[in-house]
């Protein structure tokens, strides 16, 4: 919901947005609107932020009790969608008519509630106070009140902390302390999410103020590579921190910051002459560099630089969070469930379910059991405590429904229905149970040609078809390279440094991949098996590999006399062809001669397209 990050004035924010109200259609005797929400979706709404709602009162808030032993103030959490999580302080000098705005669940958007501290915030993403008449509906103007956008570690804006009343608050007071409690909740957050496994490096400009909630604070690996910071640190330094390296920011070596003691405070001089004070701590469970953390190795990105999945990607993000369903195509092994599972990871979701389901593997008779869930005793063979089914676990998160063009038929109306109603109804009776999710379906078929054919229903293929993907299959990416090394970092062994040859860099761009992917991902496992220590070669790659590739043709070259062997890894495709022409064509000797094995020199024959060359000697 942030339009934007340039930094406006206050006026200039309070004025656009009472444009924004007008645009909106509200006048300023316009009622404010606050929502209703039923009790099970507003348990819902706090079971999905209970990460925030529980950091920001166990953590931070009782650093500010000297807030809230003032009577007259009233602190409030919104999510990233303007609805309020949690309000804490005596709510007493809300007038009678507004007491619902300040339950949980309740929506302070621009929209319908006008120019407000949490909505302006929100849709702004910077911190901003609001005088009495500077809301835009009369009947808010008896407050007064600052809020300030609370972000994640991957930036994204996950929620709103606020601080009203119905009596003066000083605005560059309130406004400042409303910034460092959004900053305090943003650390806790970042600290409880890698406090773990990484290491912390906290700094500021004097020393007495090291370990204030105002401070910089990077999260890095025993590499020096920050895996993130937060926007103080951005601020200090000047420029955004993720994935740099700790050396390239301030001019102490990466051993000598790692070993300095806990306890003790050191001295930073950063690039520009800038100089700092900081503490570094520990973390709990040393990681090795060599043993990337959990989220990274089991989710690898799917963008890494092509232009047009960096739009798909992108496009996703912001439907899936409007509840707008989203259908991918592409074929086999392009990364469908990669794409998936970043999304999941990157959405206000990320801490809920991600329920797959592959309706290509499940039997036909099984699956609307599995989907659906059932109560005991429903048929034969059923567990005697029921099943809630896959549909109902999804609840609060994202169901996936990968291959869904291998769906029944029979099956496909009954989804449509749990779809339209988004309650889901188990074999065997039982009352109707409410699911709340958002759906994303795959499928490498072209679903029109199945709705034409009759194999697909047309009204479910609108109703899941919201956003239409196409993951670009690997031979058409041009961030290939990205992808190869990427994969290779996720499946090698800590001992295995020495990565891959230029060689095989420049075969790998070449290789049509129809396995995509996937395909690409067993050969980098295969030949890391093959090469242990080695930098990856040529000889490591798989048979079927070279298969792909096909032969091409080639002019014998003149036989040239074999005075001497050169090493088998500096010879290139053309000191290669003279090297096997001066043996009179026989792989057997030339392999001989150059201490390798056959198999390994017909995969660079292969590779080097000189494998007709033997056919036709």
């Not at 009472?18 to 009622?31: I, N």
């Not at 200090?236 to 405070?265: K, T």
């Not at 899936?320 to 999941?344: F, M, N, Q, R, S």
């Amino acid at each position: 919901m942030v339009q934007s990050a340039k930094v406006a004035s206050h006026h200039a924010m309070i004025r656009e947005s009472w444009v924004r109200c007008e645009e909106y259609g509200l006048t300023h005797r316009s009622h404010p609107v606050f929502g209703r929400s039923a009790a099970d979706e507003v348990s819902l709404l706090l079971e999905r932020r209970q990460r925030l709602v529980h950091t920001t009162q166990r953590e931070v808030l009782p650093y500010y009790d000297n807030i809230l032993s003032n009577t007259r103030c009233l602190i409030l959490l919104a999510d990233d969608q303007g609805r309020l999580l949690q309000s804490w302080g005596d709510r007493r000098f809300v007038e009678p008519t507004q007491q619902a705005g300040f339950a949980s669940g309740a929506s302070w958007v621009e929209r319908t509630t006008g120019t407000n501290a949490i909505g302006t915030a929100l849709f702004s993403g910077q911190a901003v106070h609001i005088q009495r008449d500077e809301h835009f509906l009369e009947a808010n103007r008896y407050l007064t009140g600052a809020a300030a956008p609370i972000f994640d570690a991957e930036r994204r804006l996950v929620g709103v902390l606020d601080v009203s009343s119905d009596s003066y608050l000083p605005p560059s007071h309130t406004l400042g302390m409303v910034k460092v409690m959004s900053q305090s909740v943003e650390n806790r957050l970042l600290l409880n999410l890698f406090h773990d496994d990484y290491f912390q490096l906290t700094f500021n400009t004097g020393q007495d103020s090291i370990d204030s909630q105002w401070a910089g604070l990077l999260i890095f690996d025993d590499t020096g590579e920050v895996v993130c910071a937060n926007r103080r640190a951005d601020s200090l330094l000047g420029m955004p921190l993720a994935r740099m390296r700790i050396e390239s920011l301030f001019d102490l070596p990466l051993r000598q910051l790692l070993d300095h003691p806990e306890n003790r405070p050191l001295v930073l001089n950063a690039t520009g002459r800038h100089r700092f004070h900081g503490r570094i701590r520990r973390p709990l469970r040393p990681r090795s560099h060599a043993q990337p953390c959990a989220h990274r190795q089991a989710s690898p990105a799917i963008e890494l630089g092509d232009p047009h999945v960096h739009k798909m990607v992108s496009q996703a993000q912001r439907l899936l969070e409007k509840d707008i369903p989203i259908l991918i195509h592409g074929e086999t092994g392009v990364g469908k469930e990669v794409l998936v599972k970043a999304l999941h990871r990157q959405s206000t979701r990320a801490d809920a379910p991600l329920v797959a389901v592959n309706c290509a593997a499940i039997p036909a008779e099984l699956i609307e059991a599995e989907l659906f869930g059932y109560e005991k005793g429903a048929f034969t063979g059923a567990s005697h405590k029921g099943s809630v089914g896959l549909i109902r676990k999804a609840n609060g998160g994202i169901l996936f429904l990968d291959e869904i063009g291998d769906m029944p038929l029979g099956l496909q109306a009954r989804l449509l229905r749990a779809l339209q109603e988004r309650r889901v109804q188990p074999l065997g009776g039982g009352e109707p149970c409410a699911a709340d999710f958002r759906l994303i379906c795959a499928t490498h078929r072209s679903l029109r040609e199945e709705v034409h054919a009759g194999r697909f229903r047309q009204d479910l293929y609108y109703r899941i078809s919201g956003l239409n993907l196409t993951l670009p299959p690997l031979r058409e990416r041009n961030d290939r390279r990205a992808l190869f090394q990427q994969l290779w970092a996720q499946h090698r062994e800590p001992y295995q440094t020495q990565g891959m040859s230029q060689e095989v860099l420049d075969l790998f761009a070449r290789h049509p991949w129809p396995g995509n992917l996937r395909q690409a991902s067993s050969v980098i496992q295969v030949a890391l098996a093959l090469a242990e220590e080695q930098p990856i070669g040529l000889e490591h790659l798989p048979e079927d590999f070279f298969a792909d590739l096909g032969a091409s043709t080639c002019e014998r070259p003149p036989l040239a006399a074999l005075s001497e062997v050169v090493p088998f890894r500096s010879l290139d495709g053309r000191a290669l062809s003279e090297q096997l022409a001066a043996c009179g064509g026989n792989v057997s000797n030339l392999a001989r001669r150059l201490g390798i094995s056959r198999n390994t020199l017909y995969k660079r024959l292969r590779a080097e397209g000189l494998y007709a060359s033997i056919d036709s000697a």
